[in-house]
């Protein structure tokens, strides 16, 4: 009742707004401004960054594909615990805890080939925002970073196009004005990956399979200048299957389905109305014979969010109210097969938030943002909520503009899997009597100082969060076989806290241009099941270098290179190996008690771009990268092998599929 | 004020208090049972410490001259060792005077260089298994169709091992063979996957069938689980084995068992 008096009010001062603007819209002759190149990287005094991801295309490329989220990992504070990560982990966060949105719908899994590469056509979109541990009162219910990809909404006057030849995949965007109030934009790409990489789908014992495709549609309708409608649809699917010799075949696919519309209002009041519908989709299957095993999981959302904000007193003051209504359905893991096991039904839950946040200007040099979120959420047993505070304090002062920020974030849905490495098959489950909503207490100091016109940033932001009611799964995938297997029984849940400290410099203009990054991070968990003591967290990473350095020469070459270092990441180390029914079983030492040797890796592209001659307006870029130039052999898992020829025990190492690997692609822009 | 510590040690020192388990003291490994009607079987090794300069090698961790009893509660018997190349390692301790009768108790106890362990174990009512037919798939098959008598409560505990008679020296867990038996149902799958080796035409292929206590079945589903993922990638586990062996690891199971025999024709 209270949310619909709420709607109510939001409308009518919408409304009330609507009235009052005097709509104007003229077309002018074209207006040239004149301005330097800034390049990729935007980054505010509260660590709120923003990518190019159109300019990402011109430079490194994984596989021959430019990623956006790819380029979100070379940011100090944003890592994953492998070259296979399917997840972003920001400030040691675990994966499940970023939001990863495209135009207000959340994107579950956004991931092809196992994380390789993100969902995330660049040519399709125009930024991507990155938001570490400084959110504002209508954050969602996370308590890690923020990513959300933002399509290209430009008005569009003529036919635009982006063609992408690379050796595993082909995409097309294409950008479509349908009269003069409805811009179109579509894209899908396929991938080939059997042609020139081969050598990834081969298996020590059978022939492996793998494809995916995937599709954008943006439509920007604008009714007037001051409104406007915004569609955006997507899809994607992956498909890896393995035959293995005799009759034995895995498949795996997993789909991610997301569509919203959204209204958007600009005026004296802004406002924005979004409906939501978002879904990922996993199914893991094994055939033996005539015998299958079907392990299908899946969480799907629908919802409405709208934000208001309205400047008070002479605009010193803005006012931000808004709330959000969402229905989610989950199907957390389960096992159908003759081997045992059982499908887990459906469960239904409701999510609500109610925030209000004013942000009040008390002298030139310091202002300050107060708000708070009411959240809750329904299960079909039980109800939860709580009051999320924010309080940030911006002020200037010798030189640097600073922020100080405090809040308290809470995420109602917990993530839980087999995979460290975040497989598509991790599953989510909602939060219930035993298995409490997370919560964090976020402490933060972020500055940032501008020089030589804001050419050259250096950014620099502190952490510590505490983190409670932090899941760890102890079943493995054969307690899934049990009739009376329930997730929940195999879930323990400790605190935790992670600090550290984020500094980023960015050269944005100029022939040379790129940013430095190093990052600092701790993060440990406390579970009385493992001995009740802190312990360092999968996705620690102690020492952080990222180096991403440009140089454009002349309009038609641009060269490119990302370094990275880190710090090898935690792994439990194995105590002893010994030998039952001939098979290596290995007895383990403490949890994440070791780590792996550190990790480093310079990756290299070099970029061409053409004007056309006769077609001036088509450019031609071909793109050579290379990753990892040096070859370095980066350790990704530490195991023990038996040779039964020699009757011994061998120590063996896996590297990570990032070796010397060079890749080259052609894109066409008109 | 502890957190801060570590917060700043970690940033000053950028060290890490990295377990090292290269000098760990060795444990003994029992891998053992006793079937219903049957003798009872010891296989005794060391732990080993990993090693990534040098490869391990397991004859120098046979307990070769360890001393073995088992005991009834009424009666001890030694276990004698001798070479068995049937098993690896190829040391086996063995006594014919005990056989395993269903709802006794047994104890291990195995001495060896100091070092002393225990496990305790009962056998439990064997079921019978009623038919096998082999799952075709061409001229092979790595699947068997088992019948067990029908009249098994729900909720048991039941597991299966193979072999294939004359390819095999010793039989296998089947993967994927380890059940909870359900109401109505007396027909269930095994996998033959542990030695890679495929039933073919004229196979003498044997099944039996045990009757699990629950933490038996805990065991097997975790031993499931680290042979199959254990240093998997994608899948990874980082749990050791369950055991019931006092001071040591590995297992000392009594099972009430039942063994088909069959020709692939």
Not at chain 1, 152 to 165: A, I, M, V, W
Not at chain 1, 289 to 300: E, F, G, H, T
Not at chain 1, 540 to 562: A, D, F, P, T
Not at chain 2, 76 to 96: A, E, H, M, R
């Amino acid at each position: 009742m209270a949310f619909a008096a709420l709607a109510f009010l939001l409308f009518s001062v919408v409304d009330a707004n609507a009235q009052n603007d005097t709509i104007i819209e003229r077309d002018v002759d074209e207006i040239v401004i004149k301005a330097e190149k800034k390049h990729n990287i935007s980054v505010n005094s509260e660590g709120r960054i923003t990518l190019s991801a159109q300019q990402m295309t011109n430079t490194l490329r994984v596989l021959g594909e430019a990623d956006p989220l790819k380029f979100v990992l070379m940011l100090p504070g944003a890592g994953t615990s492998s070259d296979y990560a399917s997840g972003i982990s920001v400030q040691g966060c675990d994966y499940s805890q970023t939001y990863i949105g495209l135009s207000g719908a959340p994107v579950f899994f956004p991931y092809h080939l196992f994380g390789i590469f993100s969902v995330c056509n660049p040519t399709h979109f125009s930024d991507v925002i990155f938001e570490k541990s400084i959110h504002t009162a209508d954050f969602e219910n996370r308590l890690g970073g923020m990513i959300e990809l933002v399509p290209r909404q430009k008005k569009l006057k003529r036919l635009t196009g982006d063609f992408n030849f690379g050796m595993l995949a082909t995409s097309l965007t294409m950008g479509v004005p349908c009269g003069k109030k409805l811009s179109v934009y579509a894209s899908a790409r396929v991938s080939y990956i059997p042609l020139f990489y081969s050598s990834l789908l081969r298996s020590g014992e059978g022939v492996a399979s793998y494809s995916f495709q995937d599709a954008n549609l943006t439509a920007v309708y604008r009714y007037n200048f001051y409104n406007k409608l915004v569609f955006n649809a997507f899809y994607d699917n992956d498909d890896f299957g393995i035959q293995e010799t005799g009759s034995v075949a895995l498949n795996l696919d997993w789909q991610n389905y997301v569509s919203s519309l959204t209204w958007e209002h600009e005026g004296k009041a802004d406002f924005k109305m979004c409906a939501f519908y978002s879904g990922f989709r996993s199914a893991l299957n094994i055939s033996m014979a005539k015998n299958k095993i079907d392990v299908p999981s899946q969480i799907y959302t629908s919802g409405i969010k709208f934000h208001l904000s309205r400047p008070l007193v002479e605009d010193r003051t803005v006012i931000r109210l808004g709330g959000s209504l969402a229905a989610y359905g989950l199907q957390p893991q389960g096992v159908e097969s003759d081997f045992g096991g059982r499908l887990n039904p459906d469960t239904h839950s409701m999510e609500h938030n109610v925030f209000a946040q004013a942000d009040h200007k008390l002298t030139q040099k310091i202002s300050i943002v107060v708000g708070a979120k009411f959240s809750g959420f329904k299960t079909e047993n039980d109800y939860f909520c709580g009051l999320s505070p924010v309080l940030t304090l911006n002020f200037n002062a010798l030189g640097c503009e600073y922020s100080a920020h405090y809040s308290i974030y809470r995420q109602y849905l917990h993530q839980i899997g087999f995979s460290d490495v975040g497989l598509s098959t991790n599953s989510w489950i909602e939060v219930s009597k035993k298995i409490k909503p997370q919560t964090s207490s976020s402490v933060s100091l972020s500055c940032l100082r501008n020089m030589s016109g804001g050419d050259i940033c250096v950014q620099a932001e502190a952490y510590y969060k505490k983190v409670d009611s932090q899941s760890e799964f102890f079943g493995n995938i054969f307690d899934l076989f049990s009739k009376n297997y329930a997730a929940e029984n195999y879930i323990e849940t400790g605190n935790g806290y992670n600090a550290g400290i984020d500094v980023m410099i960015k050269k944005s203009a100029g022939k040379f241009y790129g940013s430095a990054g190093y990052a600092f991070g701790v993060a440990r968990r406390k579970f009385q099941k493992l001995g009740d003591t802190y312990l360092p967290s999968s996705n620690e990473v102690l020492h952080n270098v990222k180096l991403n350095l440009n140089y454009r020469i002349g309009r038609k070459w641009l060269l490119s290179s990302l370094f990275n270092y880190a710090s090898g990441r935690p792994v439990t180390p194995i105590k002893y190996v010994y030998m039952i029914t001939e098979k290596i079983i290995a007895e383990y030492g403490q949890h994440n008690s070791s780590r792996l040797s550190d990790y480093h890796r310079l990756d290299f592209s070099v970029s061409y771009q053409l004007q056309g001659k006769k077609h001036a307006g088509l450019l031609h870029t071909i793109n050579l990268t290379i990753i990892n130039v040096y070859g370095k052999e980066n350790t990704e898992l530490r195991y023990y092998k038996f040779d039964m020829d020699v009757n011994k025990i061998k120590y063996r190492e896996k590297n990570s599929l990032f070796r010397f690997m060079p890749s080259l692609s052609y894109s066409l822009h008109f | 004020m502890e957190k801060i510590i570590v917060v700043l040690l970690l940033l000053l020192a950028s060290c890490d208090n990295y377990e090292k388990y290269n000098s760990a003291e060795e444990k003994l490994v029992v891998e053992g049972w006793i079937e219903s009607d049957g003798f009872p079987v010891v296989l005794l090794t060391m732990t080993a410490a990993p090693d990534i300069a040098e490869d391990i090698n397991l004859a120098d961790y046979i307990a070769k001259y360890a001393k073995v009893t088992i005991s009834d509660g009424d009666t001890t018997v030694i276990l004698t060792g001798s070479v068995d190349k049937n098993y690896y390692p190829p040391v086996v301790f063995k006594n014919y005077d005990m056989r395993g009768v269903e709802g006794k108790e047994y104890t291990l106890t195995a001495t060896y260089e100091g070092k002393t362990v225990q496990a305790r174990t009962q056998i439990l009512c064997p079921y019978d298994i009623e038919d096998v037919v082999p799952v075709s798939t061409g001229d092979t098959s790595r699947i068997l169709d088992v019948t067990v008598q029908d009249n098994i409560p729900a909720g048991e505990k039941i597991m299966f091992f193979s072999r294939i008679w004359h390819k095999e020296t010793r039989f296998y867990p089947s993967l994927l063979g380890i059940y909870e038996t359900e109401m109505g149902r007396n027909k269930y799958s095994v996998y033959h996957e542990i030695k890679s080796t495929d039933f073919s035409r004229g196979d003498s292929v044997a099944v039996k069938l045990y009757h699990l206590d629950d933490f038996q079945f805990k065991f097997w589903q975790a031993y499931f689980n680290a042979v199959n993922f254990g240093g998997g990638f994608v899948i990874s586990t980082d749990k050791s084995l369950p055991s019931n062996i006092e001071g040591g690891y590995g297992y000392f199971f009594g099972y009430g068992a039942d063994l088909w025999s069959l020709i692939l024709e």
